[in-house]
């Protein structure tokens, strides 16, 4: 076994193709930091399933371990965006239209990552093929529990028990804030202290994830302006909505409190 037979060098150099034509220099990066995007995803999401698993079997120190983690590529996810930032609207405007209408609005892996977080929305799943793989994932990631659900077992081992209609509920719904279980946080916070540590590097990831988007935003704002989006949304202003939505809010809610 060789490092270039283990990690399958040579097919993944062979994964970048340009489509300018002429070859426009930066498109490669476009489509390096893109993949590169994925991949991170990827992680994301096997990490994140990973703590799922240690919240069902009230696993503490393994969930703060991952939390570590995950927050840290997180912290690496946002730095990327400065990368893309050195590409310039003109620069950009030079092969934009070989991208047709693919967007990331159609990454499969971020729907995964939002859905795995709690942020169901079912009429997300129109904009995969019928029939491909990422259509059949994100299926199975709309009706499966997500990690707040998980999140919500592990309270429960902690004396927080969950109220009847979390409990009951469809998986295809979003996650909403509640008030029994902010108070059970807010009780543990303030009488286990290793719980503390745990919520607050939930809170990083939190504020990473937000974070994340925020960059995202200005990228596309100083790229694109008021345009709008290849995937056909109206760019800026439908990025803006998500901005501030909370994968635990449960935990922002209770801050003041503390
Ligand atoms: C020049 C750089 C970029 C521009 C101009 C840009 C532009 C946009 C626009 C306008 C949208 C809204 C949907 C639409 O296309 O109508 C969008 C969505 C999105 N983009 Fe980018 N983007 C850029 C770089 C990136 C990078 C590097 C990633 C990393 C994977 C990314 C991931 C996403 C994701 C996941 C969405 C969906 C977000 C959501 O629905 O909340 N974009 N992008």
Do not use: C
Not at 32 to 40: G, K, R, S, T
Not at 42 to 59: I, N, P, Q, S
Not at 68 to 78: D, E, F, G, P, S
């Amino acid at each position: 076994m060789t490092y270039a037979d283990y990690l399958h060098v040579e097919e993944l150099l062979a994964l970048q193709e340009p489509r300018s034509e002429p070859h426009e220099h930066d498109e490669t990066l476009f489509i390096i930091v893109h993949q590169a995007y994925e991949l991170w995803f990827k992680l994301l999401l096997h990490e994140l399933d990973k703590v799922a698993t240690d919240f069902l079997a009230d696993r503490l120190y393994p969930a703060i371990s991952t939390f570590k983690r995950l927050r840290t590529i997180m912290k690496v996810a946002v730095e990327q965006v400065d990368v893309v930032e050195t590409l310039t609207p003109m620069s950009f405007n030079s092969f934009r239209d070989r991208l047709d209408k693919a967007s990331g609005f159609q990454s499969a892996q971020f729907r995964e990552l939002e859905f795995a977080l709690g942020y169901k929305r079912a009429d997300m799943l129109k904009y995969q093929p019928a029939g491909a793989p990422a259509h059949a994932r994100l299926t199975r990631r709309l009706n499966e529990p997500s990690l707040v659900d998980a999140f919500y077992v592990f309270l429960t081992a902690h004396g927080v028990p969950t109220p009847e209609h979390l409990r009951t509920r469809s998986p295809e719904l979003p996650t909403t804030p509640d008030e029994a279980i902010e108070d059970g946080i807010l009780h543990l916070y303030k009488t286990e202290p290793n719980l503390e540590i745990l919520f607050e590097l939930m809170t990083d990831f939190d504020e990473g994830f937000q974070e994340w988007r925020y960059r995202h935003i200005k990228l596309v704002e100083r790229t694109i302006g008021s345009k709008r989006g290849t995937g056909g949304s109206l760019g800026v202003e439908f990025l803006k909505a998500s901005l501030f939505s909370p994968v635990f809010p449960d935990l922002w809610a209770i801050r003041h409190r503390l």
